[in-house]
């Protein structure tokens, strides 16, 4: 069963690689994972780093020092962290980690780019207005694949990784709230979809009639934004879940088949990757970190696991593992690991990620990993080591401790 340590770049340059390793280890952790890119700059806490306590992360530019052959013909270019120019925080972190006897996952973020989405709208996604997303990529646009496929290649062919770990795959979906409120859940819906050429091509090959869907969808759209913004939001606590979905897709067929065309399109798309990865390197696993299968995940794009096109039965055949990512209470992580569990039934390994930060006390460290082990995960998550207190990782090797009878450190 193994603990997964979760870290963002900087923590590498601040703490030194060997030191980093070796303190995951002494926590009580045997497998790192690690951001190769951030799809958006969020401001971070890090108590452990006086030098560094207040930090705003890059947007979409690698810790890693890209092959540029392997982005030839390219439209989308790899650039270097400015803040650790110079330095490989991949190659260091990989070459401690196997001294220390540690797996390592990098993280690619893969359909979500704050910065590229809005340099280059024309590979993200574009709404039933024709408006484009300043956040995600379209995931059947050929030149944001073309872009990921190298990366993924890059990273496979040149680093010690046991594992590629697809993040934001593919997310594709409004926000809960847009600056002036709520967005009430048939508009948001209908708001998520694509409706790009490429996602008209794809559609077509399907045999789904995209113009069909994308009238129908201008309808609900329509009528939905006659309800007045006020009324909206004097409903935000009962619209925070998905109780008017069932119905929408009981009385649009067309809207249901549009949900199933974005599966398929992104589980045809990760089999190929999966293809690409055996054949460069057979050994290293394929893993996916998705949102819980219930509740509204905890980032900043709020999504929910159907609308971001996360299935968790769909894709437990082309992923090795999946981390279920639950930065929330006891009782929701026992309840999301179960759902998981159920849902993947086997056929590839359920990892629990836990939040080891924020809200958390040092006191649930060992509450949250109980939880998860008894909805039957096979491996458990925290992220993450850089943000975490002292307490918070000295809980966490104390249950560690207790838990393995292993002398840790």
Request: with cysteine.
């Amino acid at each position: 069963m193994k603990r997964w340590l979760v870290t963002f770049g900087p923590a590498v340059a601040d703490e030194g690689a060997a030191r980093l390793c070796r303190g995951v280890r002494d926590v009580g952790g045997d497998a790192l994972a690690i951001f190769t890119s951030l799809y958006t700059g969020y401001r971070i806490i890090q108590p452990r780093y006086p030098q560094r306590g207040i930090y705003a992360l890059e947007t979409d530019r690698v810790f890693f020092e890209p092959e540029p052959s392997k982005y030839k013909g390219c439209l989308l270019q790899p650039e270097r962290s400015r803040d650790f120019a110079g330095i490989d925080l991949l190659e260091e972190v990989t070459k401690a980690a196997k001294e220390e006897g540690l797996a390592v996952a990098a993280l690619v973020p893969m359909f979500a780019a704050g910065r590229f989405a809005k340099e280059h709208p024309e590979c993200s996604v574009q709404n039933l207005f024709g408006s484009r997303d300043r956040l995600f990529f379209c995931f059947n646009n050929p030149e944001v694949l073309r872009y990921r496929n190298a990366m993924i290649e890059d990273i496979a062919s040149r680093y010690e990784v046991d594992a590629i770990l697809l993040d934001k795959m593919p997310q594709t979906m409004l926000e809960q709230d847009a600056f002036n409120g709520r967005i009430n859940p048939l508009l948001r819906v209908v708001g998520s979809f694509c409706f790009c050429e490429h996602c008209q091509q794809a559609a077509s090959e399907r045999d789904l009639d995209l113009s069909a869907v994308k009238e129908r969808c201008t309808e609900i759209a329509r009528k939905s934004l006659r309800i007045p913004q006020h009324t909206v939001d004097a409903l935000r606590d009962q619209l925070a879940g998905d109780t008017e979905i069932p119905q929408l897709l009981v009385d649009e067929p067309l809207i249901y088949d549009m949900l199933q065309f974005r599966f398929d399109c992104v589980t045809d798309y990760v089999r190929k990757i999966r293809e690409r990865l055996k054949a460069i390197r057979p050994d290293v696993q394929l893993h996916a970190a998705f949102v819980p299968t219930m509740h509204i995940g905890h980032d900043a794009t709020s999504p929910r696991s159907w609308l971001a096109v996360q299935s968790y039965k769909r894709y437990a055949e082309v992923f090795d593992l999946i981390h279920c990512v639950v930065h929330w209470s006891p009782d929701v992580v026992r309840y999301e690991t179960h759902r998981a569990v159920d849902a993947v039934a086997g056929k590839c390994k359920l990892c629990t990620d836990l939040r080891l930060y924020g809200p958390t006390r040092p006191e649930e460290v060992s509450i949250l990993a109980e939880e998860a082990l008894a909805g039957g995960a096979d491996a458990l998550g925290f992220l993450g080591y850089d943000v975490a207190s002292e307490e918070l990782l000295k809980a966490l090797k104390a249950w560690a401790v207790k838990k393995t009878g292993d002398r840790l450190g």
